[in-house]
C-alpha cells in the first residue's frame, strides 16, 4: 500500500491516486471524493480541490459538503470556489501550478428543466465541457502528469466522444479502468446543475477512469518546430 518516499515519509497509494502526487481535482460536487483521497492519505497538503459554483450556492446545492470542506481545511487542502474548467489554465492562483493528476469526475453540464440525457441538444453541450476542459487542463498537467476523466461509457454518453475529443487536444488515452464506487470510501457522486443536486444518480454497469496523458509525439514535433522556427529567424 505505501512505501517510502524522498522525504522519508510512506507513500500512500488508493487506486490510481498517491500522496506524493500533485492532484488538482475540479467539478467536485459534496467534495467527499476530495475528501476521501485526504483522510486516506492524512493529509491534503498536495492537493487543490474545486468547484464551480461559489462557496454560498455550492452549500446550498449540497448541504453534505460543509463536513467535508472542514475535514479538508483540516488536512491542509487548498480549497478554490467558482473555478470554470473551461479556462482555469487562466486563473491566477492555478496558471503557474502543474499536475501530476487532475480528476474531474463525471462531468456535467447541467440538467435543465425539459431536456433529457439523449437531447441532441444537452449532448451538445456535455461535447462542449469535455472539449474545453481538456484545452484547459493540458496547459497545466506536470510533463508525466495524467487527466483522469470518470465516466459512463454505454448510451447515450458515448455519444459525448471523449476519447476524440481529448485525442484533439492532444492527449492520449493511456487507459481505461473499471470506476467502482465502493473503493472510495465515502464517496458520493453528485448530479449536476440545479436540480436535485445533491441527489446521486446510476453509475450503471459501465463506468470507467479514462486516463491520459499528453501525446509526446506531438509534443516533440511542436518543440522541433519551434526551435527550426527560431532559427529561420
Not at 97 to 121: A, C, M, Q, W
Not at 156 to 176: C, D, F, H, V
Not at 208 to 216: E, Q, R, V
Request: aromatic content about 10%.
Amino acid at each position: 500500500m505505501g512505501e517510502a518516499s524522498c522525504e522519508g515519509q510512506k507513500e500512500i497509494w488508493i487506486m490510481h491516486y498517491s500522496s506524493s502526487h500533485r492532484i488538482l481535482l475540479v467539478g467536485e460536487g459534496d467534495f467527499s471524493f476530495s475528501a476521501c483521497l485526504a483522510k486516506t492519505f492524512g493529509s491534503a497538503k498536495n492537493m487543490i480541490a474545486t468547484s464551480y459554483d461559489n462557496l454560498g450556492k455550492l452549500l446550498e446545492k449540497h448541504w453534505s459538503a460543509r463536513i467535508h470542506l472542514d475535514e479538508l481545511k483540516r488536512l491542509g487542502c487548498t480549497l478554490l470556489h467558482e473555478i470554470n474548467v473551461k479556462d482555469m489554465h487562466e486563473d491566477d492562483f492555478l496558471k503557474a501550478k502543474r499536475f501530476d493528476r487532475i480528476i474531474f469526475n463525471f462531468p456535467h453540464s447541467g440538467h435543465e428543466i425539459g431536456l433529457h440525457e439523449r437531447d441532441e441538444e444537452l449532448i451538445l453541450r456535455h461535447r462542449e465541457l469535455l472539449r474545453d476542459f481538456f484545452s484547459s487542463a493540458r496547459c497545466l498537467l506536470s510533463k508525466n502528469g495524467e487527466i483522469h476523466v470518470s465516466h459512463r461509457d454505454d448510451e447515450p454518453y458515448t455519444q459525448w466522444r471523449i476519447r476524440s475529443s481529448a485525442n484533439k487536444r492532444g492527449l492520449i488515452l493511456k487507459e481505461m479502468v473499471e470506476f467502482q464506487k465502493e473503493d472510495y470510501p465515502g464517496y458520493h457522486n453528485k448530479r449536476g446543475g440545479d436540480i436535485k443536486s445533491n441527489k446521486t444518480f446510476p453509475l450503471g454497469d459501465r463506468s470507467f477512469t479514462f486516463k491520459f496523458s499528453l501525446n509526446k509525439d506531438l509534443e516533440d514535433y511542436k518543440i522541433l518546430r519551434k526551435n527550426f522556427n527560431d532559427l529561420m529567424i
